[in-house]
């Protein structure tokens, strides 16, 4: 069943509290090859039967309307998977 | 900067309570496009300088260890952005 994968992530400009935290974590764990971390939402939408260019245009809205969030979240990317 | 992306998912054998309403309410607005909804995360790892050979690893060893917990999720991704 093809899936239309839409990642969601924080505006750049918005603190980030929860990757704040994972950062600091890591840093208290003594691992230093990361500068920052930054945790946003991957969405799996699994469509029955083929992916046309009318239910890619659903899933955009849909990504943009409903499962993220324009005024503190930015849409970064809509790919279809196997 | 590049930056090291991981993808976290709900194991597939799990119920995802967050997709499940998110499924719900798409179904309820009228969407009929997707099947299910499956809600993860994505973390964004900022890396000052070259992704080496060792820094992936690392990145490997943090997504398994700490990023993700693995009773219940897996890590389904790991790939290197610009």
Do not use: C, Y
């Not at 093809?2 to 750049?12: E, L, N, Q, R």
């Amino acid at each position: 069943m093809p899936t239309i994968v839409v990642d969601v992530m924080p505006k750049a400009e918005l603190l980030d509290p929860q990757g704040k935290a994972v950062t600091g974590a890591l840093s208290r764990l003594g691992v230093e090859d990361f500068s920052a971390v930054r945790i946003g939402k991957r969405f799996e939408l699994s469509v029955e039967g083929e992916v046309t260019d009318a239910v890619l245009a659903k899933a955009r809205e849909v990504a943009d309307d409903i499962l993220s969030n324009s005024v503190i979240e930015d849409v970064v990317n809509i790919e279809v998977v196997a």
